[in-house]
């Protein structure tokens, strides 16, 4: 596969240019309540002080999402109704990847990567893009440094912390204005796409060991 992105430099450059195009696809979970580390500065005789502890819920209020993202932004949001399984995934497919390639891409060929979650290697859903002679990007099994979308997960996550969210319902609504409207997330998109050859190249020269990313 010859990965071609965008020249940042290049003011003139334009995506029909382009030998192919990556939309890279993940589902992840984002919860109510996440547990992160915070440090105050007490006394000694202050160590159980309610101001000093911070408190945790024993089964948060979790929803695990869907979306694609691409040069040109993030794609279609999609909310998982429980676990993500096949026929879950093939609706998807039609209804929410389908119509974002269109929108970006048109009639030029691009390339769709998803991993090899159990949903994503279904017979059914193989046969589904293989009739729609989608070009997939092979994948390893496990390859944390790759998928350029994690990052934009991560950027989500960190946002989502920083409110005060107290139901699902309060998440989703979040979840979706981030993700389709807050800057940092559109100026990464191009950002983290036109990384995709250095991290290549940083993970060949690490032996397929972590890298910065």
């Given at each position: 596969?010859?990965?071609?992105?965008?020249?940042?430099?290049?003011?003139?450059?334009?995506?029909?240019?382009?030998?192919?195009?990556?939309?890279?696809?993940?589902?992840?979970?984002?919860?109510?309540?996440?547990?992160?580390?915070?440090?105050?500065?007490?006394?000694?005789?202050?160590?159980?002080?309610?101001?000093?502890?911070?408190?945790?819920?024993?089964?948060?209020?979790?929803?695990?999402?869907?979306?694609?993202?691409?040069?040109?932004?993030?794609?279609?949001?999609?909310?998982?109704?429980?676990?993500?399984?096949?026929?879950?995934?093939?609706?998807?497919?039609?209804?929410?990847?389908?119509p974002q390639i269109k929108d970006w891409f048109g009639e030029i060929p691009c390339v769709f990567m998803h991993d090899g979650a159990p949903c994503h290697?279904?017979?059914?859903?193989?046969?589904?893009?293989?009739?729609?002679?989608?070009?997939?990007?092979?994948?390893?099994?496990?390859?944390?440094?790759?998928?350029?979308?994690?990052?934009?997960?991560?950027?989500?996550?960190?946002?989502?912390?920083?409110?005060?969210?107290?139901?699902?319902?309060?998440?989703?609504?979040?979840?979706?204005?981030?993700?389709?409207?807050?800057?940092?997330?559109?100026?990464?998109?191009?950002?983290?796409?036109?990384?995709?050859?250095?991290?290549?190249?940083?993970?060949?020269?690490?032996?397929?060991?972590?890298?910065?990313?």
């Open positions: 596969l010859r990965y071609n992105t965008l020249n940042s430099r290049d003011k003139s450059a334009n995506t029909t240019d382009l030998s192919f195009q990556v939309c890279f696809s993940d589902e992840s979970i984002f919860e109510v309540t996440e547990e992160s580390s915070q440090y105050v500065r007490r006394m000694p005789q202050e160590e159980f002080h309610h101001q000093c502890v911070q408190q945790t819920v024993k089964h948060p209020t979790k929803v695990m999402v869907w979306s694609v993202m691409s040069v040109h932004g993030t794609g279609r949001l999609y909310i998982v109704e429980g676990t993500m399984r096949q026929d879950q995934y093939l609706q998807v497919l039609r209804n929410r990847l389908l290697k279904a017979k059914k859903v193989t046969k589904f893009v293989s009739d729609l002679d989608l070009s997939v990007l092979s994948w390893p099994g496990n390859s944390p440094d790759m998928n350029p979308i994690e990052n934009l997960w991560s950027i989500v996550k960190k946002k989502i912390r920083k409110t005060n969210i107290t139901t699902k319902t309060q998440l989703i609504e979040t979840l979706i204005n981030i993700w389709h409207h807050d800057e940092e997330i559109t100026k990464n998109c191009q950002t983290l796409i036109e990384s995709m050859p250095k991290r290549l190249k940083m993970l060949i020269d690490n032996k397929g060991m972590h890298t910065k990313y």
